[in-house]
């Protein structure tokens, strides 16, 4: 496993938001954390990532204990986390974003424009990705366009693990399709990828294990040959509760 968590809890004042969850990735596989709303996905995430520190249990990276200090800690062992709001400037050339931060230099130090314009194009090229113009700003980009340059760019930037919090749930079907591809593309390259949706029709398709939460708990972490896409989708919205809310809603 690149990334492990051995019974983590954390806890906000009264909100026990994670208790005793265990789950861990390895690279060139795509691990599926599903659950609904306040089920503890983003905390856990931002425990992986080192934006939050968590209570009890452990964090391991490559087999060792750690605690992040922060987000920049976690990014430097390679753990690189796409957020909804995606840390990109809209105003901004795809390029430019692409290398936001990163910037790389000629000799004497001044910005390689020409150099960054090829590497973003080829990069994007490479995942697959058709961007017709890199020169356009980002904020012209659909927004699963947008997730896959972002995807891109953390694969360009050597991430070993890819963590994405909800980059389909916002999209329709056929947007969310083309982030997909790209979730696959990046776990062909050999980087840990944990998907985190309450979708399992996103879930469904490019997992390999699915972790369930419900209400901070671990519901177990299964296999795809463990589980049916409906055995997952039942789990995942309750099946006797559904069940009730449609004879609530039923007309007298
Ligand atoms: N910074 C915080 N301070 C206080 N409570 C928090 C904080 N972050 C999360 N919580 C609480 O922890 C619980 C889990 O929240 P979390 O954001 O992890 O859920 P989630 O599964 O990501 O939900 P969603 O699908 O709505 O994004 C919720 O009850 C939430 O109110
Ligand atoms: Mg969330």
Redesign the pocket.
């Known amino acids: 496993m690149i990334l492990e968590t051995r019974a983590i809890s954390k806890r906000?004042?009264s909100?026990l938001?994670l208790r005793e969850v265990s789950m861990g990735v390895a690279a060139g596989e795509v691990v599926c954390v599903l659950?609904?709303?306040?089920?503890?996905?983003?905390?856990?995430i931002k425990i992986l990532s080192g934006v939050h520190r968590h209570d009890s249990g452990e964090l391991l990276v490559e087999g060792a204990a750690v605690s992040f200090s922060g987000p920049r800690e976690a990014l430097e062992r390679g753990i690189a986390t796409v957020y909804q709001d995606l840390a990109m400037i809209p105003l901004m050339s795809v390029w430019r974003n692409f290398f936001l931060g990163a910037e790389p230099r000629k000799s004497f130090g001044r910005f390689d424009v020409a150099a960054a314009r090829r590497v973003a194009r080829a990069e994007l090229q490479a995942m697959g990705i058709d961007i017709r113009d890199v020169d356009q700003p980002v904020g012209t980009l659909s927004g699963g366009e947008r997730q896959s340059v972002a995807i891109a760019r953390a694969v360009h930037r050597g991430a070993k693990v890819l963590i994405l919090d909800?980059p389909t749930s916002a999209l329709g079907v056929k947007q969310a399709g083309v982030v997909l591809r790209y979730i696959a593309r990046a776990r062909d390259r050999g980087v840990a990828v944990v998907f985190i949706t309450?979708n399992p029709h996103h879930a469904y398709p490019v997992g390999d294990r699915f972790l369930l939460?419900k209400r901070?708990a671990g519901l177990g972490v299964y296999g795809k040959a463990d589980i049916t896409r409906e055995e997952l989708t039942a789990l995942m919205a309750g099946g006797a509760e559904l069940k009730e809310l449609e004879h609530e809603l039923r007309r007298e």
Request: aromatic residues 6%.
């Open positions: 906000f004042g909100v938001a659950g609904d709303n306040g089920a503890g996905k983003s905390t856990l909800e309450h939460l901070g």
